[in-house]
């Protein structure tokens, strides 16, 4: 979908161990336009994961043995995993994270009805991670009458 737009944030979880996270982000491809990464907050100099941009999360496990600049999954013909990856990924830093992580995201198809929405949410140590979506979009039925 070339005119999707989306919008991502997340809450900024602190972390226990900000090189393993670093560790863990720099295993994985993300689309430029995701931001993706860790930071120290300004006053207490404590570490927090950051998840921020203008595209719906997606992620892609770097293969072993292949240098990160290298990779491409929309040439390697991986780019379908994506949504996967990044559940992957969350699962990934969940030992690492001081309190809970949510990322939320939000977009449209040229601002047409239905929007789309998403929530992640993994806990501290965490294993699974809770996906929410809207639950109410066109019925089959409504999409084809509209044509």
């Keep these: 979908m070339s005119d999707f737009i989306a919008t991502v944030s997340c809450n900024d979880p602190k972390i226990n161990d900000h090189d393993a996270v670093e560790q863990i982000v720099a295993r994985y491809f993300f689309d430029p336009e995701l931001n993706i990464g860790v930071s120290f907050d300004h006053e207490t100099g404590e570490p927090y994961l950051f998840v921020f941009g203008y595209v719906w999360p997606e992620s892609w496990k770097i293969p072993e043995g292949t240098e990160p600049g290298e990779f491409d999954p929309f040439i390697e013909d991986r780019y379908e995993h994506g949504a996967e990856e990044f559940i992957q990924f969350l699962k990934d830093v969940a030992p690492y994270l001081a309190e809970p992580l949510i ?45």
């Design 103 to 147: 990322v939320q995201a939000v977009g449209a198809q040229k601002c047409l009805f239905p929007l789309s929405a998403c929530e992640w949410h993994v806990e501290a140590g965490g294993t699974e991670v809770e996906i929410n979506e809207f639950c109410h979009g066109h019925t089959t039925q409504e999409v084809a009458a509209s044509r």
